[in-house]
């Protein structure tokens, strides 16, 4: 399994980013795609999953109603629409894959993580 995370950077709280994580590797029917987010100093913490298949999606309370994961099918890529952004997200960002993601699963149960992508929000 590969994943290619990208779509990071600078941006001014209130605004907006778009990460996408493009798989490969294998056939995603049944797994979970997901996103995390880990600063220095700190565990690597659950943003969002969502099945491969259905509709279904996840998120930490934290990005409740602000953070959209969704993904394209055609392109094997998930992306997480970031909107009315804080300095607290300020963090990396990875992309993830497994069998189970869930907000119950710690990330360290996770198997397979793309390299992360810096997102800092500014004051």
């Known amino acids: 399994v590969q994943l290619q995370a990208s779509g990071g950077g600078l941006v001014q709280a209130g605004g907006s980013l778009r990460l996408s994580c493009a798989a490969s590797g294998r056939t995603f029917s049944g797994w979970y795609m997901g996103w995390f987010r880990q600063v220095p100093g700190k565990r690597r913490e659950f943003v969002a999953t969502?099945?491969?298949?259905?509709?279904?999606?996840y998120y930490a309370d934290s990005v409740k109603g602000r953070f959209t994961i969704y993904r394209d099918n055609a392109k094997n890529t998930v992306y997480l629409q970031m909107n009315h952004l804080k300095p607290g997200d300020t963090a990396m960002y990875y992309c993830?894959?497994?069998?189970?993601?869930?907000?119950?699963?710690?990330?360290?149960?996770?198997?397979?993580w793309g390299k992360g992508t810096q997102v800092t929000v500014s004051s």
């Open positions: 969502m099945d491969w298949i259905g509709d279904s999606a």
């Open positions: 993830a894959a497994d069998q189970e993601i869930s907000t119950l699963k710690p990330a360290s149960g996770v198997r397979y």
